[in-house]
């Protein structure tokens, strides 16, 4: 199968250039990992997802043909769109090649690349390779739909690391401009106040206060997230969420399965877990955190957008558990578990229920 011949190919090349130690090694070994899966985005079939067709017809050549310049394309983009990078990206695209698989390649390029360099500079607290396999699996094929908001959060999920070394200023500089590609990159400021109010000792109280603290606001949102925005759409205000705040037609409860799976394994694991990474509590609230605001794809349309900025930092999660054992045979027995139930995940969500119409794959050349 075309996907996982892909995946692994491509994790494989990303644990050599874990591995190695010569920076040019490291190098070829990013570049063929990375270009391993932009290649099977960028030559499917223009059938192979639900929204490559809005972007082929509706974006790509939006208002093209009642532009002279690249100038006039843009004004006239611009005025139906405040996303200006990805307008400036897809504009480009349109104008000088108006050729719509280019714009398949460069868009995962940007996605893989940065989630990528994400992982690898998070090779301190887990294996990359590893987290490129799990986001393969969990999220490559939904990535081939929900591209803006994809490029979105690969891009704050570089950046991840410094916030949590502190750099706040940084990690805000870089949601704003992420903004510019999805509207929807204001989301990512929730893990880093969840990062301040876990360590913020001095007015939050002890360690499980703080985390109480979190959850408790979580939950909050969850329950009050819907009415607040139909009370702003109310004032004349976010008019264009309607769509998203409509209901969904069925509740995520297989995720939710799955991801209670991951927690239950925390668990059996905890003391171990927490010291795999001085950053566990911080995975560990968002992991919890991802599954109550995923419980809003069950009422709204966009319960999973927002859900989906905690879903890499889930990602880091299940990686930690991977750290867990310093003997070999037991490290063997986690990781067999760990990418054998991500694997199943990956066959339940994308070939029996075809959730993102992503299989079977389809050469488009």
């Given at each position: 199968?075309?996907y996982?011949?892909c995946f692994?190919?491509?994790?494989?090349?990303?644990?050599l250039a874990?591995k190695?130690k010569?920076k040019?090694?490291?190098l070829?070994?990013s570049?063929?990992?990375?270009?391993?899966?932009?290649?099977?985005?960028?030559l499917r079939d223009?059938d192979i997802?639900?929204?490559?067709d809005?972007?082929r017809?509706y974006?790509?050549?939006?208002g093209q043909?009642?532009?002279?310049t690249?100038a006039?394309y843009?004004?006239?983009y611009?005025k139906h769109?405040?996303?200006?990078l990805?307008a400036?990206?897809?504009?480009?695209?349109a104008y000088y090649?108006?050729?719509f698989?280019?714009f398949?390649?460069l868009?995962?390029a940007?996605?893989?690349t940065?989630?990528?360099i994400?992982a690898?500079?998070?090779?301190k607290?887990v294996?990359p390779?590893?987290?490129?396999?799990?986001?393969?699996?969990?999220f490559y094929?939904?990535?081939l739909n929900?591209?803006r908001?994809?490029?979105?959060?690969a891009?704050?999920f570089?950046?991840?690391?410094?916030?949590?070394?502190?750099?706040?200023?940084k990690y805000m500089?870089v949601?704003?401009?992420?903004?510019f590609?999805?509207?929807?990159a204001i989301?990512?400021?929730?893990?880093m106040l969840?990062y301040?109010v876990?360590?913020?000792?001095?007015y939050?109280?002890?360690?499980?206060?703080?985390?109480?603290?979190?959850?408790f606001?979580?939950?909050?949102?969850?329950?009050?997230?819907?009415?607040?925005i139909?009370v702003a759409?109310?004032?004349?205000?976010l008019?264009g969420?309607?769509f998203?705040?409509?209901?969904?037609s069925?509740?995520?409860?297989?995720?939710?399965?799955?991801?209670?799976?991951?927690?239950?394994?925390i668990?059996?694991?905890?003391?171990?877990?927490?010291?795999?990474?001085?950053?566990s509590?911080?995975f560990?609230?968002?992991s919890?955190?991802?599954?109550?605001?995923h419980?809003?794809?069950g009422?709204m349309n966009f319960?999973k957008?927002?859900?989906?900025?905690f879903?890499?930092?889930?990602i880091?999660?299940?990686a930690?558990?991977?750290k867990?054992?310093k003997?070999t045979?037991n490290k063997?027995?986690i990781?067999?578990?760990?990418i054998?139930?991500?694997?199943l995940?990956w066959v339940?969500?994308y070939?029996?229920?075809?959730a993102?119409?992503?299989?079977?794959?389809?050469?488009?050349?």
């Amino acid at each position: 199968m075309i996907y996982l011949i892909c995946f692994g190919a491509s994790a494989l090349f990303a644990q050599l250039a874990h591995k190695s130690k010569f920076k040019l090694a490291i190098l070829l070994w990013s570049v063929l990992s990375i270009a391993i899966t932009v290649t099977l985005a960028g030559l499917r079939d223009y059938d192979i997802g639900i929204d490559v067709d809005h972007y082929r017809t509706y974006r790509l050549y939006w208002g093209q043909a009642s532009a002279g310049t690249f100038a006039e394309y843009m004004k006239f983009y611009c005025k139906h769109d405040t996303e200006y990078l990805f307008a400036v990206f897809i504009g480009a695209i349109a104008y000088y090649t108006n050729d719509f698989r280019c714009f398949l390649f460069l868009s995962h390029a940007v996605i893989i690349t940065f989630v990528y360099i994400g992982a690898y500079r998070q090779r301190k607290n887990v294996n990359p390779a590893l987290v490129m396999l799990l986001f393969y699996l969990y999220f490559y094929n939904h990535s081939l739909n929900v591209i803006r908001q994809y490029m979105a959060m690969a891009i704050v999920f570089a950046f991840l690391i410094d916030m949590m070394n502190g750099k706040y200023v940084k990690y805000m500089i870089v949601i704003f401009i992420s903004m510019f590609v999805h509207a929807t990159a204001i989301i990512a400021l929730g893990p880093m106040l969840i990062y301040i109010v876990l360590n913020h000792k001095k007015y939050l109280g002890a360690p499980k206060s703080r985390k109480r603290f979190v959850i408790f606001g979580v939950m909050c949102m969850v329950v009050m997230f819907v009415p607040l925005i139909k009370v702003a759409m109310g004032l004349g205000l976010l008019s264009g969420f309607g769509f998203y705040t409509e209901g969904q037609s069925g509740w995520p409860i297989y995720l939710t399965a799955f991801l209670l799976m991951e927690l239950f394994g925390i668990y059996v694991f905890r003391r171990k877990f927490r010291l795999s990474s001085p950053y566990s509590d911080f995975f560990l609230i968002c992991s919890i955190s991802y599954i109550l605001l995923h419980q809003l794809g069950g009422l709204m349309n966009f319960g999973k957008r927002i859900a989906g900025y905690f879903s890499f930092i889930n990602i880091l999660s299940i990686a930690s558990l991977a750290k867990c054992s310093k003997q070999t045979d037991n490290k063997i027995i986690i990781n067999t578990a760990i990418i054998s139930l991500s694997l199943l995940y990956w066959v339940f969500f994308y070939i029996i229920k075809n959730a993102s119409h992503t299989y079977p794959y389809v050469l488009g050349v």
